[in-house]
């Protein structure tokens, strides 16, 4: 297959360097700045659990030197993609499949929510539609990054700690099976872990869950995951905000389980690990916060379901971006 990886960074270049080390894909990326820069000039290095991993793809921070792709995996987070999204019709023909890699809530995710929800943009994850009218919601699927604890060593290198476990999915379900089934097939032979549920809400509200939890909190503590599970009192925030997003999401109408607490007991197993939003805040980045806490409290409110920790972790971790960029 022709696959473009669409903000090729550290987990973009993670999932680069597995595809690459099969040789069975055209594989491209659309990357920018000194990352780019190294890998045109070094190739891209992934340190993996399975070992370094080495590629010299295709790189270009132009969409339309890249081609006319069979997949797009857009890994951009969620709050970059509106400025990058019209540059993505340079990649699509007919029959492309564009696959949304970003944390917390999406830009598709009026489509297909249900027969009662008018289908659109979701303004506060795409101001003025502009994923909604560049890609379009029909020809999009959902990869959720269940697992890939993933940092930039220096531009060209990637490194990461854990097998990537992926989960694939269409808005609708059974919408481009085939297309995610070969997909799926690529990653499993790549030695990535992944999964095809028959509703890709669930593990995305799952992992929106986990994201709540400790994303904004790092932000405000500092704190790595280790540090923030051995806390006291941090388990008892945490299951407070992930029991509200637990509620929005049944009051969506997706079937979550309630097994916050096994999950605050099991830990997350890369105690090291800083949260990609404590990676951006730590880097001068703007953080995730509209896709990952401001949606859920937009949703929250077109279901009437209180969301009282969300909204006050909200407003700190926005005032500390505030501060923090003077």
Known sequence: ?????????????????HLAATGRHDLSLLA????????????????????????????????????????????????????????LPALCGPDTLVVAAQNGIPWWYLFGAGTDVPAGPLEVVDPGGAAWSAIGPR??????????PARIVEPGVVAHTAVPVLAFGAPRPGDHAAALE???????????????????????????????????????????MGAMEEAPGMAVVQGRLMRE?????RAWGVALEDDIDERLRRGSGVPGHKPSMLQDYEAGRTMEIDPIVTAVIDLAQRRGVPVPTIETLWALTALKERVARG
Request: glycine fraction near 10%; hydrophobic fraction near 55%; charged fraction near 15%.
């Open 182 to 224: 070969a997909l799926a097939a690529a990653f499993a032979e790549a030695g990535v872990t992944v999964s095809l549920p028959t509703d890709i809400r669930v593990p995305l509200w799952r992992k929106l869950m986990l994201n709540m939890a400790v994303g904004p909190t790092s932000v405000l503590t500092g704190a790595t």
């Open 1 to 17: 297959m022709r696959i473009a990886i669409v903000g090729a960074g550290a987990v973009g270049g993670a999932l680069a360097g």
């Open 32 to 87: 920018r700045g000194a990352h780019l820069a190294a890998i045109r000039e070094r190739g891209l290095t992934v340190q993996s659990p399975q070992g370094e991993r080495f590629c010299r793809p295709l790189a270009s921070d132009d969409a339309a030197a890249l081609g006319v792709q069979d997949v797009v995996i857009v890994t951009v987070k969620g709050h970059g993609l509106s400025a990058l999204a019209p540059s």
């Open 245 to 249: 997003c637990l509620e929005v999401a």
């Open 139 to 148: 020809r999009v699927a959902a990869c959720v990054i269940e697992v890939l």
